[in-house]
Protein backbone atom coordinates (compact mmCIF):
# COMPACT_ATOMS: atom_id res chain seq x y z
CA UNK A 1 0.00 0.00 0.00
CA UNK A 2 1.18 3.34 -0.79
CA UNK A 3 0.28 6.18 1.21
CA UNK A 4 1.11 10.12 -0.27
CA UNK A 5 1.22 13.03 1.99
CA UNK A 6 1.09 16.65 0.32
CA UNK A 7 2.43 19.52 2.34
CA UNK A 8 3.36 23.03 2.04
CA UNK A 9 0.07 24.54 0.72
CA UNK A 10 -0.68 28.10 1.97
CA UNK A 11 -1.88 31.98 1.02
CA UNK A 12 0.78 33.80 -0.74
CA UNK A 13 0.23 37.12 -2.74
CA UNK A 14 0.41 36.95 -6.30
CA UNK A 15 3.90 36.99 -7.55
CA UNK A 16 4.92 34.83 -4.73
CA UNK A 17 6.15 31.73 -4.34
CA UNK A 18 5.64 28.09 -2.62
CA UNK A 19 7.40 25.01 -2.18
CA UNK A 20 4.84 22.18 -2.04
CA UNK A 21 6.14 18.43 -0.71
CA UNK A 22 4.55 15.16 -1.49
CA UNK A 23 5.97 12.06 1.08
CA UNK A 24 5.81 8.80 0.20
CA UNK A 25 5.40 5.40 2.14
CA UNK A 26 6.85 2.54 0.75
CA UNK A 27 9.96 1.26 -0.15
CA UNK A 28 8.90 1.36 -4.42
CA UNK A 29 8.35 5.29 -4.77
CA UNK A 30 11.97 5.44 -6.19
CA UNK A 31 10.74 2.97 -9.24
CA UNK A 32 7.48 5.00 -10.54
CA UNK A 33 6.24 8.25 -12.42
CA UNK A 34 4.75 10.56 -10.38
CA UNK A 35 2.39 13.65 -10.77
CA UNK A 36 0.94 16.82 -9.68
CA UNK A 37 -2.89 17.79 -10.57
CA UNK A 38 -4.47 20.79 -9.25
CA UNK A 39 -8.43 21.42 -8.63
CA UNK A 40 -9.97 24.37 -8.58
CA UNK A 41 -13.91 24.93 -7.35
CA UNK A 42 -16.20 23.75 -9.86
CA UNK A 43 -13.21 22.52 -12.29
CA UNK A 44 -11.85 19.14 -13.30
CA UNK A 45 -8.83 17.94 -11.61
CA UNK A 46 -6.42 19.02 -14.48
CA UNK A 47 -2.57 17.52 -14.91
CA UNK A 48 0.39 20.22 -14.06
CA UNK A 49 3.35 18.45 -14.28
CA UNK A 50 4.92 15.04 -13.69
CA UNK A 51 7.82 13.23 -13.63
CA UNK A 52 9.45 9.70 -14.36
CA UNK A 53 11.16 7.37 -12.01
CA UNK A 54 14.19 8.61 -12.44
CA UNK A 55 13.99 12.35 -12.72
CA UNK A 56 15.06 12.45 -16.26
CA UNK A 57 11.58 13.00 -18.27
CA UNK A 58 9.31 15.68 -16.93
CA UNK A 59 6.33 17.55 -18.66
CA UNK A 60 4.51 20.88 -17.73
CA UNK A 61 1.07 21.82 -18.42
CA UNK A 62 1.08 24.82 -20.67
CA UNK A 63 -0.39 27.00 -17.82
CA UNK A 64 2.61 26.23 -15.45
CA UNK A 65 6.01 25.99 -18.23
CA UNK A 66 8.67 28.24 -16.50
CA UNK A 67 7.17 29.04 -13.56
CA UNK A 68 6.69 25.64 -12.09
CA UNK A 69 9.47 23.05 -11.93
CA UNK A 70 8.98 19.63 -10.38
CA UNK A 71 11.66 17.67 -8.60
CA UNK A 72 12.24 13.92 -6.77
CA UNK A 73 14.60 12.82 -4.30
CA UNK A 74 14.36 9.01 -4.11
CA UNK A 75 16.77 9.13 -1.00
CA UNK A 76 13.80 10.68 0.93
CA UNK A 77 10.77 9.37 -0.82
CA UNK A 78 9.87 12.97 -1.69
CA UNK A 79 8.41 14.41 -4.33
CA UNK A 80 8.19 18.47 -4.91
CA UNK A 81 7.12 21.43 -6.81
CA UNK A 82 8.44 24.59 -6.54
CA UNK A 83 6.14 27.27 -7.75
CA UNK A 84 6.77 30.70 -8.79
CA UNK A 85 5.25 33.55 -10.30
CA UNK A 86 1.92 32.45 -8.55
CA UNK A 87 -1.45 34.11 -9.61
CA UNK A 88 -4.76 33.90 -8.74
CA UNK A 89 -5.58 31.32 -11.07
CA UNK A 90 -3.25 28.67 -10.08
CA UNK A 91 -5.82 28.59 -6.93
CA UNK A 92 -6.44 25.28 -5.88
CA UNK A 93 -6.10 22.09 -4.33
CA UNK A 94 -3.17 20.44 -5.07
CA UNK A 95 -3.00 16.83 -5.62
CA UNK A 96 0.18 14.08 -6.22
CA UNK A 97 -0.32 11.00 -7.20
CA UNK A 98 1.69 7.73 -8.54
CA UNK A 99 1.23 5.69 -11.52
CA UNK A 100 1.83 2.54 -10.34
CA UNK A 101 1.98 1.11 -14.17
CA UNK A 102 5.51 2.70 -14.84
CA UNK A 103 7.95 1.30 -12.97
CA UNK A 104 11.29 2.47 -14.39
CA UNK A 105 9.80 3.46 -17.25
CA UNK A 106 10.10 6.71 -19.22
CA UNK A 107 6.54 7.72 -19.58
CA UNK A 108 4.66 10.56 -17.83
CA UNK A 109 1.27 10.49 -18.09
CA UNK A 110 -0.85 13.42 -18.07
CA UNK A 111 -4.08 11.87 -17.89
CA UNK A 112 -5.80 11.88 -14.04
CA UNK A 113 -6.72 8.18 -14.62
CA UNK A 114 -3.86 6.40 -15.46
CA UNK A 115 -2.58 7.41 -11.76
CA UNK A 116 -3.85 5.15 -8.81
CA UNK A 117 -2.65 6.50 -5.67
CA UNK A 118 -3.39 9.97 -4.74
CA UNK A 119 -2.44 11.58 -1.75
CA UNK A 120 -4.99 13.90 -0.10
CA UNK A 121 -4.18 17.34 -1.06
CA UNK A 122 -2.99 21.06 -0.28
CA UNK A 123 -4.88 23.93 -0.71
CA UNK A 124 -2.93 26.92 -2.45
CA UNK A 125 -4.55 30.12 -2.12
CA UNK A 126 -3.39 33.11 -4.28
CA UNK A 127 -4.35 36.60 -3.96
CA UNK A 128 -4.37 39.40 -6.09
Known amino acids: QVQLVESGGGLVQAGGSLRLSCAAS????????MGWFRQAPGKEREFVTG????????YYADSVKGRFTISRDNTKNTLYLQMNSLGPEDTAVYYC?????????????????????WGQGTQVTVSS
Open 51 to 58: INWSGGVT
Open 26 to 33: GRTFSSYT
Open 97 to 117: ATDRGTKYSGYVGRSRYEYDY
